[in-house]
């Protein structure tokens, strides 16, 4: 029988998004508001199972993980609203996007993961979330959404490239749906364009992934209707992309955004991220 891995605990705070840096990781550690079910974790170097549940209590962050904090810049800035319908989160982890969208007044969520204990505690035990672990999307079928097929999807996957989802969500989204798709251009451009510690910084590679995955969503059976860059950025720093789709069979090619407006969406990315480096230096 395989032994579950074991990783130090500020390490897998940043992983999955609930603490910024393995820094302030430590710092979240040593003010005692780190836990582990009911267990109060007290020191960054203690190594857990890596699909340890993990909370942070009493922050002053409005969503379980940082998460959230990418999904309400894309539904302030995509005009999404999520009001009453029903919501799927590919790739829930922590659930940060799940506890944006119901603080948004989203009628229901889906959380779905490949993992298992991940799911922090206050949106697994709301009535109004159905827990979906151990769950590899791309075997998914509708029927398997017993409360209803999402009226508006996420997606937050790792280590996968949007190709492998956006099939199968084509078939379980409503049509007319929304999805709010998070690219991630580590794991979207080949692995010759990718740096030490899986970090891409070049702004021709982020355009060019950002094209490619444009066009294969419109050959999926979506529209693409706007993009702009993550808030925050991903492991190791990694700049971030998020895209509003629409399931439209109509879509076409020739509606994509022209070359200008992705290297538009780049350049303004690499600013905010230059200039908030700045700021904290």
């Keep these: 029988m395989n032994k579950v891995k074991k990783e130090r605990v500020d390490v897998l705070l940043v992983e999955r998004g609930i603490c910024e840096t393995r820094e302030k990781a430590k710092r ?41 904090l990418k999904l309400e810049k894309a539904l302030a800035e995509f005009d999404v609203a999520v009001e009453g319908k029903m919501m799927l989160d590919i790739g829930s982890s922590t659930g940060g996007f799940t506890d944006c969208a119901l603080q948004n007044g989203a009628r229901h969520g ?13 949106i697994r035990q709301d009535p109004r979330v159905t827990v979906m672990e151990r769950t590899n999307f791309r075997h998914s079928k509708p029927e398997d959404f017993q409360e209803g097929l999402p009226e508006v999807a996420t997606i937050d996957v790792s280590f996968i490239s949007l190709r492998i989802i956006l099939p199968v969500l084509k078939t379980i989204l409503v049509p007319g749906g929304d999805c709010i798709a998070l690219v991630k251009p580590q794991f979207e451009a080949g692995r010759e364009k990718v740096g030490k510690k899986g970090i891409v910084r070049d702004p021709k590679v982020h355009q060019e992934v950002l094209q490619k995955v444009a066009a294969y969503a419109v050959d999926c059976g979506f529209e693409v209707k706007a993009m702009t860059h993550s808030p925050i950025t991903g492991g190791e720093g990694n700049i971030e992309f998020l895209f509003h789709l629409v399931s439209n069979e109509q879509a076409t090619k020739s509606e994509l955004p022209d070359a200008h407006s992705f290297a538009q969406t780049v350049e303004r990315a690499h600013l905010a991220f230059k200039e908030k480096n700045t700021q904290s230096d």
């Design 28 to 68: 979240a550690i040593m003010a005692g508001v780190i836990f582990s079910g009911t267990e109060r974790l007290e020191k960054p170097g203690e190594k857990i199972p890596e699909d340890a549940p993990l909370e942070k209590k009493g922050n002053d962050l409005r969503y379980v993980s940082r998460g959230g």
């Design 110 to 122: 889906y959380a779905l993961d490949v993992g298992y204990n991940q799911l922090a505690w206050k």
